[in-house]
């Protein structure tokens, strides 16, 4: 066992936090789309991937972080609202198995086409000079990326809160998510919300791309292993559950980045540890409903 | 062509034999053939559980590794000179593994036991890769020996692609006999009906859990056998065989041939292998194009190659 400081502790469960801010904005993204559209969205690792590659050539070209942060994502969601379109809508009305094999695929092809254009190796994203160092939180120094890494996904978290609540589309949405039969009945168009719900999953997905690019680089694989963690975590938190999203995505943040400090070796099995726990004492999920899809 | 169709319903088990039996000679090279034979066993039994129960699994990559490490660890590691007993030990695994993970991803159905099934066969791909004294780690498991098969009097060699091909020809035979048997059977129509519609199935009376279990286990145990022919073939267990490309690759082999069909699986597997053949020849990005045919497969042909010819099942709720 190593040498237990608190300081450390601490700037583990600060790590934690990060880890978990991408798993939220990843397992949002998926849950949103699965509550309101039943479609389990196998691409999302891979538009993951996309997110932190946009940014990677946005930043080369503009020379913006910020740039690449706004568009990158929204490049992403573009590119899910055409997937949606095209690929996802002539599959309604068909076993919910469809789109999620269809989405399989799809995220093959996309991988391998990451790797045609940029190659097997990963290219890395500086983070921009302003957020480059360290920042002495009082008992350790942590850097300042993965401070405004939490800070954005607070942001975001908040917006999407707001936006959901307190708009009239949320309000659809909401609707849409509890009974689209009735919502089309009142005339409203559930077709174009779905539409619009993928668009803001996918960007999401995006945005947490992005987002990680700095950390870890861009590399064509990244979205494999988080796409399964990313499961995992809706399937604790309850699937279509906003709420279960995030607090299941900082609850495995935080377990994974503590077993990564007490013991590396288990790091990547105790997440699935942690689910089979979750699904013998409560197989909904945390703040699942049971019957949903099933 | 409706008349050969409906002879080739009727004796699907006569036909694979037919058919394998002259099958090493109608491939471009007879390794293919034996692969074609192992993926078809693994795609079948991934079939038994989708293409018939309805499950969709994304782990069937756990069993088919469990399959494949329980007998190449017994060979290589154990040293166990019997091939039947390495098989027995393979069998053996991945028959105790579909039981305990069956049980956990079963608490949960629809779209969820798909996504559990996967996060299971990745927590076996992790262990296997920390593992490494047993598995090899990375670097896979080596060291198989090529045993002769112990027949009492007569042992037989399998060191010749064509002897091991009909050593498979013979237990794959006897797999899709086995399967034949398990769907003609009342258990078979209950799994149909779980497919179908899996309320009315209990309000039958039907122990549908108890059902399910099984078609999982049955499942996993096919794909054991499958990832232990593997494992002989090769002499060597890679690590990948517990990875989810693994159980991507039996889902799109089923699906390309038309699951819910008795020769989906096979004619899937065929293609599959073909295409990969001839396309990893000129490009890298195989997958690719494997992964754009396998959606526009989803998108327009969803009862794949052999469902399309005869006309089979898709696309009910998979509950």
């Known amino acids: 066992m190593p040498d237990v400081s608190l300081a450390a502790l601490a700037a583990q469960v600060f790590t934690g936090l990060v880890l978990g801010g991408i798993f939220v904005l990843l397992a949002i993204g998926l849950s949103l789309i699965f509550g309101l559209m039943t479609v389990v969205n196998f691409s999302h690792g891979a538009l993951y991937m996309l997110g932190a590659y946009f940014g990677y050539v946005l930043l080369t070209r503009t020379g913006s972080f910020t740039i690449a942060l706004v568009l990158a994502p929204a490049l992403v969601g573009a590119l899910g609202l055409l997937v949606e379109r095209f690929l996802i809508r002539p599959l309604y009305g068909r076993s919910p198995d469809d789109p999620l094999l269809l989405t399989f695929g799809l995220s093959l092809v996309v991988v391998e086409t990451a790797r045609l254009i940029w190659g097997k190796i990963g290219l890395p994203l500086d983070p921009p000079p302003a957020l480059a160092g360290a920042v002495n939180l009082g008992f350790t120094y942590f850097p300042t990326y993965r401070l405004f890494v939490i800070a954005v996904t607070a942001v975001v978290l908040l917006a999407l809160w707001l936006f959901l609540e307190k708009t009239n589309i949320g309000l659809l949405i909401r609707a849409a998510s509890r009974d689209p039969l009735m919502v089309r009945a009142l005339g409203f168009d559930v077709g174009r919300v779905w539409f619009i719900v993928f668009g803001i999953g996918t960007g999401l997905a995006g945005l947490a791309g992005i987002l990680a690019g700095p950390m870890r680089g861009a590399y064509a694989e990244m979205g494999v292993t988080i796409i399964i963690e990313s499961f995992v975590v809706v399937v604790v938190g309850g699937m279509g559950s906003l709420v279960g999203a995030v607090v299941s995505g900082l609850l495995i943040g935080q377990v994974v980045s503590l077993t990564t400090f007490f013991a590396p070796k288990l790091a990547e099995i105790v997440v699935f540890i942690f689910m089979a726990v979750i699904l013998l004492l409560r197989p909904s999920g945390l703040f699942g409903e049971a019957g949903l899809l099933e | ?319």
């Open chain 2, 1 to 319: 062509m409706s008349a050969a169709a409906a002879w080739v319903r009727r004796h699907p088990v006569l036909t694979f034999f037919v058919v394998f039996a002259i099958f090493p000679w109608v491939v471009p090279y007879k390794s293919l053939a034996t692969q074609v034979l192992i993926y078809g066993l693994f795609a079948l039994g991934f079939n038994l559980l989708y293409g018939y129960t309805g499950l969709l699994s994304f782990g069937a990559a756990a069993y088919w590794g469990l399959g494949a490490y329980g007998t190449g660890i017994a060979l290589a590691k154990l040293k166990v000179t019997s091939l039947w007993l390495a098989l027995g030990a393979g069998l053996g695994a991945a028959v105790l593994g579909g039981a305990v993970f069956g049980f956990f991803c079963l608490r949960r159905r629809g779209i969820y036991f798909a996504m559990l099934t996967l996060a299971f066969a990745q927590l076996l791909y992790f262990i296997g890769f920390h593992l490494s004294s047993w598995t090899g780690g990375d670097d896979g498991l080596r060291g198989i020996p090529q045993l002769t098969l112990g027949f009492p009097g007569f042992p037989v060699s399998l060191e010749k692609p064509l002897a091991f091909y009909y050593f498979c020809f013979v237990l794959v035979g006897l797999a899709v006999a086995l399967l034949k048997r398990i769907l003609d059977s009342p258990f078979g129509a209950v799994l149909q009906a779980i497919r179908e519609n899996s309320d009315r199935a209990v309000a039958c009376g039907y122990d549908i859990d108890r059902v399910k279990l099984l078609s999982f286990v049955f499942s996993a145990m096919f794909a054991g056998l499958a990832g232990a022919l593997d494992a002989l073939r090769l002499t060597v267990v890679p690590i990948e065989s517990l990875y989810w490309t693994t159980s991507g690759q039996v889902v799109m082999m089923t699906l390309l041939g038309g699951a819910g069909t008795f020769f989906g699986p096979f004619v899937g597997a065929t293609a599959f292998l073909v295409l990969e053949d001839r396309l990893s020849a000129f490009t890298e990005s195989w997958p690719l194009v494997i992964g754009a045919i396998f959606s526009a497969f989803v998108l327009f042909l969803p009862r794949g190659i052999w469902g399309t010819i005869i006309g089979g099942f898709h696309g009910r709720q998979s509950a």
